[in-house]
Nanobody
Framework: QVQLEESGGGLVQAGGSLRLSCAAS????????MGWFRQAPGKEREFVAS????????RYADSVKGRFTISRDRAKNTMYLQMNNVKPEDTAVYYC????????????WGQGTQVTVSS
């Protein structure tokens, strides 16, 4: 079983930066990719960014493209989300998840980390 733990959330002013981390522990294995999602109050969870493990191919939601950067450190089994020029609408709980194979859905999930952007 693989466990994921997010960290790095907090309160930041609009226009500022924040870096989230997602550390994977437990039974290690090769998986297809990882991703970041977020859920704002009263809204459904939405996709933010993803990375394919073997090729470092990245994909972003239009709302964060050009501002957020996803990356991973294979040696540390850790994924990052660099958030620059944050906006109040980025306020949400951010979750990381694994994508075990190309055909699988995302999961397992971390417990989430709160990001609050003040205007």
């Amino acid at each position: 079983q693989v466990q994921l733990e997010e960290s790095g959330g907090g309160l930041v002013q609009a226009g500022g930066s924040l870096r989230l981390s997602c550390a994977a522990s437990g039974r290690t294995f090769t998986f297809y990719g990882m991703g970041w999602f977020r859920q704002a109050p009263g809204k459904e969870r939405e996709f933010v960014a993803s990375i394919i493990s073997s090729m470092d191919i990245t994909r972003y939601a239009d709302s964060v493209k050009g501002r957020f950067t996803i990356s991973r450190d294979r040696a540390k089994n850790t994924m990052y989300l660099q958030m620059n020029n944050v906006k109040p609408e980025d306020t949400a709980v951010y979750y990381c998840a694994l994508k075990p194979s190309v055909a699988a859905t995302f999961g397992p999930w971390g417990q989430g980390t709160q990001v609050t952007v003040s205007s």
